[in-house]
């Protein structure tokens, strides 16, 4: 949950920075965490140097996926509004990874996911709308491309989303370590934001404000936020850790209001419920996924990767994570 919470403190945080373009914020955020990440993941990920050379690929598209995420996620922010911004990419996020593990694992859709697919759909549509309302009351047509751009934007940032995720699940299930690959995918994708940052950055140095901003970005939410998921993660199944995350699409709305100033009419809020009622419906586990017996019969091959950790972290049943993730 405080990850979630530091999360959803992003957008807001990006606001008391204007001077400072949102790829320059993304880049700062997300690439200045990525590569504190590998840093201090950097013996896990010399040990596993063997396997993360055979799936290259993989290490590949998972570093891209961290790398143009934030550039879409804070654009889209930067275009539509804090809240539209995050709700509408948090909220995609799992639509896209159903997809993704349809077409690159093979899975079935299920009914589930189509209920879940309607309500994030109906969602998004009518956050567009809310805010093509407001902008076109206020700045005129500009603003209101602007939006639909902006969440587009969040669109693509909840596919590389996934696509990270994915990536980094597939190779913790091929007998990498989790921190290992997270350090790996991370740290490929801080690099790919170097030069991002290094086109865009300048106005992080041109005033401590600015500076402090995206210290805060890449110390705060990215990389304590990412280090108390992982914390979690090894102490409870993922479904009730991915349920917990829903907060921050809550946060970052509340934040938008109370501290950005954004006026969001009911109809977004009908919105934002709705997006959050699909994540809802997308992550609420199965009753016949805690069976007894049928975890060991899907448990994957990055268990005994995972086991290679347990000198930090406190033991937990693997069986049901295994299965959820």
């Not at 955020?29 to 063997?50: E, P, S, Y």
């Not at 865009?200 to 901003?213: D, H, Q, R």
């Not at 090894?234 to 349920?243: E, K």
Request: glycine fraction near 14%; aromatic fraction near 6%.
């Amino acid at each position: 949950m405080l990850a979630s919470v530091l999360w959803g403190t992003t957008g807001t945080a990006a606001t008391f920075a204007p001077q400072v373009g949102p790829l320059a914020i993304g880049a700062a955020a997300m690439g200045l965490g990525g590569l504190l990440q590998a840093l201090l993941a950097g013996r896990r990920i010399a040990r596993a140097r063997t396997e993360l050379r055979a799936q290259w690929r993989i290490v590949l598209v998972g570093g891209a996926g961290v790398a143009l995420y934030p550039l879409a996620f804070y654009t889209s922010m930067h275009l539509a509004g804090v809240a539209v911004g995050t709700v509408v990419s948090i909220g995609s996020a799992p639509l896209a990874s159903a997809l993704i593990e349809r077409f690159a694992d093979g899975r079935r859709l299920s009914r589930r996911w189509l209920a879940g697919a309607a309500l994030g759909l109906a969602g998004t549509v009518l956050l567009c709308a809310a805010e093509a309302a407001q902008a076109g009351t206020g700045a005129g047509s500009g603003s209101v491309r602007g939006t639909v751009v902006g969440v587009a934007l969040g669109l693509v940032a909840g596919l590389t989303y996934a696509v990270y995720a994915w990536a980094a699940h597939r190779l913790i299930t091929r007998s990498v370590t989790s921190r290992a690959a997270m350090g790996a995918v991370f740290g490929l994708g801080g690099l790919m934001l170097v030069p991002v940052l290094l086109a865009t950055g300048a106005p992080l140095v041109a005033s401590w404000t600015n500076a402090g901003v995206g210290l805060y970005m890449a110390l705060v939410p990215m990389f304590t936020g990412y280090v108390l998921f992982g914390y979690g993660l090894s102490r409870i199944p993922v479904s009730t850790a991915t349920t917990l995350s829903l907060l921050e699409p809550a946060v970052a709305a509340v934040f938008a209001v109370l501290v950005v100033g954004e006026h969001l009419p009911a109809l977004g809020w009908t919105g934002i419920a709705l997006v959050i009622a699909c994540l809802g419906v997308l992550t609420a586990p199965s009753r016949r996924l805690r069976t007894a017996g049928a975890p060991e019969a899907e448990a994957p091959e990055g268990e005994r990767g995972r086991a290679q950790e347990r000198d930090q972290d406190a033991p937990e049943p693997r069986d049901g994570l295994a299965l959820n993730a």
